[in-house]
């Protein structure tokens, strides 16, 4: 095919097709969904933090990575898990 003003022409048989507008459609990508990797106990640390639950002063305390993307800019976000070691209770601050 031969690019021309009227549209495109084939150089054998003379056939001219003249696409007027084209329309280029693309299937919406998955978004990506942050991943929570959260390890037992034994290997957090120990941290002097209140429990909002029962008030209880000590915590186990893990940082994670939280990757996110968001109109086409990938972000790192610093994630803190506090379980309390009385009664279990989960929190979480960023």
């Not at 003003?5 to 084209?22: A, T």
């Not at 280029?24 to 990506?32: C, Y």
């Not at 002063?57 to 070691?85: M, T």
């Amino acid at each position: 095919m031969e690019n021309t003003p009227k549209g495109y022409k084939c150089q054998k048989c003379g056939f001219e097709l003249n696409p007027g507008i084209v329309e280029v459609s693309r299937e919406e990508e998955p978004k990506a969904e942050p991943v929570y990797v959260v390890k037992p106990d034994e290997e957090s640390i120990k941290v002097n933090q209140i429990c909002p639950q029962c008030g209880h002063n000590e915590a186990y305390h893990q940082v994670r990575v939280a990757l996110g993307e968001h109109a086409g800019v990938n972000s790192d976000r610093y994630v803190e898990r506090y379980k309390c070691v009385a009664c279990g209770h989960t929190w979480v601050t960023n």
